[in-house]
């Protein structure tokens, strides 16, 4: 499912797909940005559930190109065992290595923490269908449609990884250039983990479970360390402790 189209040529429907995806890595350098500067955030039921519809929407595009592109989706192959659990690994070793990197960024206040931190159990149900969403969605599109699609322009293996890399990175411009570079380095692991596989299944599982941990995680920092986001619906004090002379500065 993986091989360079049969035309050897991407048609308008592949091209098509290509400029939505870059009209996304636009829009989200547009919106982070806004964040930056918005007077008051979304409430965040509000922000998970259009995240929900809009990835549902990319992924009702990304089937239709696949379509028309004679690209196949989903073979009727199930994981084995081991990489049912090289999938699960990844997913650990990769949140055990941010989790650092996200108290962190909890104890400077990043406002943009609190679009990604469920609050309650209506808000946590919302967050694991984000991610679910977010599983299905962005590794068909990025690492199956996309990938066939650079791979028949290119030619080449790795210069298809490492631009599907770029573009879904670019995508997630809304988080900090740090988020971007690690998101780059995480699109490429779970492009390996498509490759080696031969289907979808396994890279999905590791991005599910890697975003419900991150979600959850964030969830609990929050609550631990009394992060206060400037702006958000109902933000709380910050405790002064938690507060030191760089984060100030």
């Known amino acids: 499912m993986f091989a360079p189209l049969a035309s050897g040529r991407i ?6 797909f290509i400029g939505v995806l870059l009209f996304f890595v636009w829009g989200s350098y547009r919106a982070r940005r806004k964040v930056a500067v918005m007077p008051r955030l ?8 259009s995240t929900i519809l809009m990835l549902g929407l990319t992924l009702a595009l990304a089937l239709l190109v696949a379509r028309a592109q004679g ?18 690994a990844v997913a650990a070793v990769l949140a055990v290595g941010m989790a650092p990197l996200w108290k962190r960024a909890v104890a400077k206040g990043d406002r943009r923490i609190y679009l990604f931190s469920p609050s309650d159990a ?18 068909t599109c990025y690492r199956a449609v996309l990938y066939v699609l650079l791979l028949t322009l290119t030619g080449s ?6 631009l599907g890399a770029l ?15 690690i998101i780059f380095v995480f699109s490429l692991i779970f492009q390996a983990l ?14 599910f479970a890697y975003d419900v941990i991150a979600g959850l ?3 609990k920092l929050v609550r631990e360390m009394g992060y206060r986001a400037d702006g958000a619906p109902e933000a709380t004090a910050f405790p002064a402790e938690h507060v030191t002379a760089s984060d100030r500065a």
Do not use: C, D, N
Not at 11 to 16: D, Q, R
Not at 122 to 139: N, Q, T, Y
Not at 167 to 181: D, N, P
Not at 194 to 207: D, I, R
């Open 11 to 16: 048609g308008l429907a592949g091209w098509y």
């Open 42 to 49: 979304p409430s965040r039921v509000r922000h998970f559930t």
């Open 71 to 88: 690209i196949r989706l989903y073979p009727p192959v199930f994981p084995r065992p081991l990489e049912i659990a090289a999938g699960l």
């Open 122 to 139: 209506k808000e946590r149900a919302l967050w694991i269908g984000v991610s679910f969403m977010a599983a299905v969605g962005e590794e």
């Open 157 to 162: 293996t790795w210069a298809a990884a490492v």
């Open 167 to 181: 573009i879904f990175a670019g995508g997630h411009a809304v988080q900090s250039t740090r988020s971007m570079a």
């Open 194 to 207: 498509a490759l080696w596989t031969g289907a979808l299944y396994v890279p999905m599982l590791a991005h």
């Open 217 to 219: 995680t964030y969830s």
